[in-house]
């Protein structure tokens, strides 16, 4: 079980830091500089790695399998053409067994949003509110009647 940090030491931590932000507007314009210009480097390093790590994605799943991969992948699949089979079919083989054979749940949504089908997750629309007033008698009312369905609730057990 993972020790819980002290929330004081966490505070002091943040004060700490607080005291050691300069707002770009009352920095000199030469450290602003600066600084963007590491942020700039730093940030087009990460994006120049991102985009590296998805080119090897994309080069290794067009990847001819081998011919062991292959020969497994035929017995699932034996109207595949073994001369077409890629590390990415691979992949979605090996996926679909996940999903179907052994209920991954995780497996089977990857598979449905690769085909294109994943469920739009957004709402539109606007949202409205309205406040309804009612007056006192209504309010006894509508008491009255609540402590009364809640009897007759009870009464019926």
Not at 10 to 38: G, Q, T, Y
Not at 40 to 54: C, D, G, I, W, Y
Not at 71 to 90: G, N
Not at 134 to 146: C, F, N, V, Y
Request: aromatic share 4%.
């Amino acid at each position: 079980m993972p020790k819980k940090k002290d929330p004081t030491k966490k505070r002091i931590v943040s004060e700490k830091s607080l005291k050691n932000l300069v707002p770009f507007s009352k920095m000199d314009p030469a450290r602003h500089r600066e600084l963007s210009v590491k942020g700039a480097e730093v940030s087009n390093k990460l994006q120049h790695r991102r985009r590296t790590f998805a080119e090897l994605i994309k080069t290794m799943g067009a990847m001819e399998a081998t011919e062991r991969e292959k020969e497994r992948l035929l017995e699932a699949f034996p109207d595949a053409d073994p001369d077409e089979i890629t590390k990415d079919m691979m992949l979605i083989a090996s996926m679909y067994n996940q999903g179907i054979g052994r209920g991954n749940v995780q497996a089977s949504s990857f598979l449905r949003d690769t085909a294109g089908e994943k469920p739009d997750t957004t709402i539109n629309g606007t949202l409205t509110t309205q406040k309804v007033y009612i007056t006192p008698e209504e309010q006894k009312q509508a008491l009255e009647h609540i402590a009364e369905v809640i009897a007759d609730d009870g009464a019926d057990r």
